[in-house]
């Protein structure tokens, strides 16, 4: 990879960033995405304006899934009355592989870092959305060039 930071997840806009794929093995972290928006105040960003980046590898250290919870929904009639409703589901340790590659091809709604943590809003292909929490020590982006943002 031609730039690579470390925790300047603030100078990246996650915000309908395309999931290529995602690993998660063994203290391993890394989410494959398209589409990431880079900040002017990235270090790496010479040209000083609004770029993006596509074959984008985020990596947080020592990570681990802490929690992921798919989002309940509710549904309603073409009068607005209410058809089905589902709460949100804690996901068991044990799913998470699968929920994982359920959100592969599906695009980030949000990403934060909090205390050590690093809280993923993602939309996955499934028509379901997910919150999942990342434990980590820090995070490191790589990617090979910056692509103008129209």
């Known amino acids: 990879m031609n730039y690579t930071t470390q925790d300047e997840l603030n100078h990246f806009d996650f915000a309908e960033s395309y999931i290529g794929g995602i690993e998660t093995v063994n203290g391993i972290f890394h989410m494959y995405l398209d589409n990431v928006t ?3 105040e990235n270090s790496c960003n010479r040209d000083i304006r ?3 980046a596509n074959g984008f590898v985020l990596k947080i250290s020592n990570g681990r899934i802490a929690s992921l919870v798919e989002e309940g929904y509710k549904t309603y009639d073409a009068n607005g009355k209410p058809i089905a409703s589902c709460a949100d589901r804690i996901v068991e340790p044990e799913d998470y592989p699968e929920m994982v590659k359920s959100m592969a091809e599906g695009m980030i709604f949000s990403l934060e870092k909090k205390e050590g943590a690093y809280e993923f809003a993602i939309d996955a292909v499934n028509e379901r959305t997910y919150t999942m929490v990342v434990a980590g020590e820090h995070d490191t982006e790589e990617w ?3 692509l103008t943002k129209e």
């Open 50 to 52: 609004t770029m993006r």
């Open 144 to 146: 090979d060039r910056f």
């Open 38 to 40: 880079i900040l002017p």
